[in-house]
């Protein structure tokens, strides 16, 4: 079963899917955080412009601060494959994926994955992993996720996923020098139940 807590209630977080694990970050994470979020392929459709090595050590710090936190309500998590193709792969880090709680019982998911690993359903089944943690541990209600209008390859992973197109959030963020529509999509509990069952 996807999104299955695999650690205690207590201490960092680890979740199984199909293919990969998420797990919070580590300090030791900094080269593959930098490998990610400093490349333009990647950050190209993210909310945030490609950021360098004292970025990503600020980033990094940041995220390993805020999982810390009690309560929880940003769960930034990196993906590593479940089972590497290399020695070298493994534990890995080759992503990220997100849920930031918001409002009541709600939340937002993004997710990224460094250039060299897309293609190999690391994003689909980080995404389908947090989704389960979301609507089973955490009982959320509503999940929402806001994709560029021209990421084909995003608008085909979440509404392969079950969301349901909303709408257009105009000049959503203000990216690569200039402002950017996000189309917005959300999944509620009872379909992603549905979904799985």
């Known amino acids: 079963m996807t999104g299955r807590r695999t650690d205690s209630t207590s201490g960092p977080l680890t979740l199984s899917g199909r293919v990969v694990r998420l797990r919070d970050f580590r300090p030791d994470d900094l080269d593959a955080v930098r490998g990610i979020v400093g490349d333009d392929r990647v950050t190209y459709f993210l909310s945030f412009n490609s950021r360098g090595t004292e970025?990503?050590?600020?980033?990094?710090?940041?995220?390993?601060?805020?999982?810390?936190r009690q309560?929880?309500?940003?769960?930034?998590?990196?993906?590593?494959?479940?089972e590497p193709v290399t020695?070298?792969?493994?534990?890995?880090?080759?992503?990220?994926a997100r849920l930031l709680l918001s409002g009541q019982r709600a939340a937002r998911l993004g997710y990224a994955v460094a250039h060299d690993y897309q293609g190999?359903?690391?994003?689909?089944?980080?995404?389908?992993?947090?989704?389960?943690?979301?609507?089973?541990a955490l009982q959320l209600h509503r999940v929402t996720g806001a994709v560029a209008p021209d990421n084909t390859a995003g608008i085909t992973s979440v509404?392969?996923?079950?969301?349901?197109?909303?709408?257009?959030?105009?000049?959503?963020?203000?990216?690569?020098?200039?402002?950017?529509?996000?189309?917005?999509?959300?999944?509620?509990?009872?379909?992603?139940?549905?979904?799985?069952?």
């Not at 689909?124 to 089973?136: E, V």
């Open 87 to 96: 020695p070298a792969e493994t534990d890995r880090v080759v992503g990220f």
């Open 159 to 197: 509404e392969r996923l079950g969301f349901t197109r909303e709408g257009v959030l105009r000049d959503h963020v203000h990216t690569n020098g200039a402002w950017r529509d996000s189309i917005l999509y959300s999944i509620l509990a009872h379909e992603w139940n549905a979904e799985r069952d």
């Open 120 to 136: 190999r359903g690391y994003a689909g089944d980080a995404a389908r992993t947090l989704l389960d943690f979301a609507f089973g």
């Open 71 to 82: 309560p929880r309500t940003d769960y930034y998590l990196a993906i590593t494959p479940l």
């Open 55 to 68: 970025q990503a050590r600020a980033m990094l710090h940041d995220l390993i601060e805020r999982a810390a």
